[in-house]
């Protein structure tokens, strides 16, 4: 009986090391399953991570693709609006010019001939100035900008507030909402 027992009990040892090996074997190859699980949902999280990064990188692009579109519409629109401003620059030493010219006396038929031919070629040219929108700014009498006035002499009168311009000694001029050139101006004390 006792070889029977041990037999019994050497074969239930090994069934139970092969239960054992089996157990062991289970574990390992869900332990490689979970590994591997692992190893995908590292993948996953690596491709998600440069996808959001893609995405954020695009987001960006495209901001800045609309942000430079934007700023050349409105270059292109100031381009327009601005066009004329660099010919009309020039043209304020001819415009001074044709003023004093016609502050001259008329001493004669002639030089009143001549005064009126002078008057005719300033109003045409005033008139295509102010299409393109030269506007003269107005001084004298006006609250001391100084945005548009440019102060080059103080006096003192009595009469009126402090800070009025009293005279102006050259015209200024905007274009469109732009200052071509300031007025110069003699302001109150």
């Given at each position: 009986?006792?070889?029977t ?35 995908y ?15 954020n ?133």
């Amino acid at each position: 009986m006792t070889e029977t027992t041990e037999n019994k009990d050497l074969v239930q040892d090994d069934v139970q090391a092969e239960n054992v090996v089996e157990e062991t074997e289970v574990v390992e190859e869900q332990k490689a399953e979970l590994t591997i699980e692992e190893q995908y949902e590292a993948k996953l999280a690596a491709l998600q991570a440069k996808l959001d990064d893609e995405e954020n990188r695009h987001l960006r692009l495209r901001a800045d693709f609309d942000n430079m579109r934007r700023r050349n519409q409105l270059d292109r629109e100031a381009a327009e609006k601005y066009r004329a401003q660099s010919l009309l620059s020039d043209l304020l030493p001819v415009i001074d010019n044709f003023e004093r010219a016609l502050q001259v006396e008329v001493t004669s038929e002639e030089t009143a001939s001549i005064v009126k031919g002078i008057e005719m070629v300033y109003r045409s040219l005033i008139e295509a100035t102010e299409k393109e929108g030269l506007e003269v700014i107005k001084a004298e009498g006006e609250q001391f900008d100084p945005n548009v006035h440019q102060a080059v002499m103080q006096e003192q009168d009595s009469e009126k507030e402090t800070g009025v311009v009293l005279r102006e000694l050259q015209k200024g001029y905007m274009l469109k909402d732009r200052v071509l050139r300031p007025t110069m101006v003699s302001v109150n004390e």
